[in-house]
């Protein structure tokens, strides 16, 4: 039975037993601690049409497609589809700021196109593969983000997914424990610049950014190739130019374009979202849109799910930022809060996950920057940051933090939330 004709006349997937759309084709994936060809039968009961399963000992009729490799099967589906529809894809990826990047780059091409474009944080293994499944003739281009905390994850996403157009938005520390060190953190971000050096891909790069230029030399590219398409922050000699205008707390930029200069007034906190922003704006310019919907795109996007927003309480000004953290994103917060003109600061920071051999350095190191920044309150959550030198308030777990602020209220602060989401300083908010 071919799989992709199945997927034509049934063009809903679902991998989860209680949740199956009427005539939707389940796939049994495994993993660490389950086995979803158990689940097979409860699907189709459930309303699948199909169950697509790799044990044969659970096919008791025409229903089951019986494969060699469910996520294999799921992952070439997802090629062939997006292959067939010819729809042209932006593949994403970076250390830090690819979710708000695609965010952007999605509201900005919805000026002119029919846009799809990755939900939440689906950007692995699974996730691409299902976002590519949810394509339809109807969408003109989709921006497709790739994740990874492990050598090799992106250049078989950017095999699946076959972008048109890449971008890495920035490489920093972070997944240590998985890369190994910073230089693995590059080599596996460069394999979407790899593959499309192999493909005749476009790539859109942050110029004034050293490493991505590097990288992207080191792929194959000459500073100067046709199928680099530059943006740059405060400099020149790009396809468009940005410069900050204003961060009080949201962030304004100009923008220059071969079609002449605007300025954009976002919604997003913090001036290291200003490479993002340029980022969407090159992209939009590059695929024919006017400064006034590339304006439009970026203005009317306002952040959401703890990345980058603004909480005004009854107590607080909020900047929250608790979606992800890492070395990189961590310095940028803090700087960024450092220089925004406004009194008092309180900052409550969580420990930054998957760090491995570098944990401990990297947590004092943030410590160093919280001290230089003087802010008036500090408080620490998380057993590395316990295990820091420090003067501030640190506490092992969130619930600690919670009884602290329950008798040490603040009041009528800006306070900046940021940690990497395991910590869950989210549940901090509504004592602020």
């Not at 099967?73 to 010819?86: D, P, S, T, W």
């Not at 100009?254 to 605007?262: I, K, L, P, Y």
Request: glycine share 8%; net charge negative; proline share 3%.
């Amino acid at each position: 039975m071919n799989l992709y004709s199945v997927f034509q006349q049934h063009p809903v997937v679902c991998t989860d037993s209680r949740n199956c759309p009427e005539g939707s084709v389940f796939f049994a994936l495994r993993g660490d601690n389950f086995d979803a060809n158990l689940f097979a039968a409860k699907a189709l009961q459930n309303g699948c049409a199909f169950a697509v399963v790799d044990n044969p000992e659970v096919v008791t009729d025409e229903r089951y497609i019986l494969v060699e490799n469910v996520l294999e099967a799921l992952q070439q589906l997802a090629r062939e589809h997006r292959q067939a529809l010819g729809t042209k894809i932006v593949g994403i990826t970076g250390t830090n700021g690819k979710t708000t990047t695609k965010e952007l780059i999605a509201s900005v091409l919805k000026q002119k196109f029919n846009v799809h474009f990755t939900q939440g944080n689906l950007n692995n293994h699974i996730g691409v593969p299902l976002t590519l499944l949810q394509l339809t003739a109807a969408h003109e281009m989709a921006v497709i983000e790739m994740g990874a905390n492990h050598p090799g994850e992106i250049k078989i996403l950017s095999e699946i997914a076959c972008p048109d157009f890449g971008i890495i938005t920035n490489v920093g520390k972070a997944h240590l424990e998985g890369f190994g060190s910073f230089e693995g953190v590059k080599k596996t971000k460069g394999e979407l610049y790899d593959y499309a050096r192999t493909h005749g891909a476009g790539l859109f790069i942050n110029s004034g950014n050293h490493f991505l230029m590097e990288m992207v030399q080191k792929a194959g590219f000459e500073a100067d190739d046709k199928h680099l398409i530059k943006y740059n922050l405060n400099g020149s000699a790009a396809n468009v130019n940005g410069k900050v205008t204003a961060s009080a707390p949201f962030v304004s930029l100009s923008c220059v374009t071969n079609q002449g200069e605007f300025n954009a007034d976002t919604r997003l906190i913090g001036d290291y979202n200003a490479e993002n922003i340029l980022a969407a704006a090159t992209i939009g310019n590059y695929f024919g849109l006017s400064n006034e919907e590339i304006k439009r795109g970026l203005e009317t996007y306002e952040p959401k799910n703890n990345r980058s927003q603004l909480m005004v309480t009854d107590k607080n000004k909020l900047i929250v930022d608790a979606y992800n953290a890492n070395p990189t994103s961590m310095k940028a917060a803090i700087g960024n809060f450092a220089t925004m003109q406004v009194s008092p600061k309180a900052a409550i920071l969580g420990d930054m996950l998957e760090l491995g051999e570098y944990s401990a350095d990297e947590h004092q190191a943030i410590v160093s920057e919280l001290e230089k920044a003087g802010f008036e309150q500090v408080v620490l959550v998380g057993p590395e940051f316990v295990a820091c030198k420090s003067v501030f308030h640190t506490f092992e777990k969130v619930e600690e933090a919670r009884v602290f602020l329950e008798n040490n209220p603040i009041e009528a602060y800006y306070v900046l939330i940021k940690g990497s989401r395991g910590i869950k300083l989210e549940k901090l908010i509504e004592l602020l």
